[in-house]
């Protein structure tokens, strides 16, 4: 069964960095394309980024590039979203998901696997 749990999300000051974790199980490397997903209040859901074997690591929303980047760590089946310079205009609620696919898509209707979310606030 597939499963994903997002931490370290929180309160943060603008120009602040973060790192967000999504350990993942029932899962594999190979055959799913993972995601992160941000939805502010009042906001649609916004694609962030996506790792599958054929395409590697993408990144879709023009508002991060350049300040957050994702990464794996192969041996603990997280995927981690570094976050860096946080804006006020960051704070949503950051998901990561998954779907079997050897392609990435920035899509949240392309995913079927959801974690239920990690708070990040950017706020002075």
């Known amino acids: 069964q597939e499963q994903l749990v997002e931490s370290g999300g929180g309160l943060v000051q603008p120009g602040d960095s973060l790192r967000l974790s999504c350990e993942f199980s029932?899962?594999?490397?190979?055959?799913?394309?993972i995601g992160w997903f941000r939805q502010a209040p009042g906001k649609e859901r916004e694609g962030l980024s996506c790792?599958?074997?054929?395409?590697?690591?993408?990144y879709y929303a023009d508002s991060v590039k350049g300040r957050f980047s994702m990464s794996r760590d192969n041996a603990r089946n997280t995927v981690y979203l570094q976050m860096n310079s946080l804006k006020p205009e960051d704070t949503a609620v950051y998901y990561c998901?998954?779907?079997?696919?050897?392609?990435?898509?920035?899509?949240?209707?392309?995913?079927?696997?959801w974690g239920r979310g990690t708070q990040v606030s950017v706020s002075s």
């Open positions: 998901a998954a779907h079997r696919s050897v392609f990435c898509s920035g899509s949240g209707s392309a995913y079927s696997y």
């Open positions: 029932g899962i594999t490397w190979d055959n799913y394309r």
């Open positions: 790792l599958s074997r054929s395409t590697g690591f993408n």
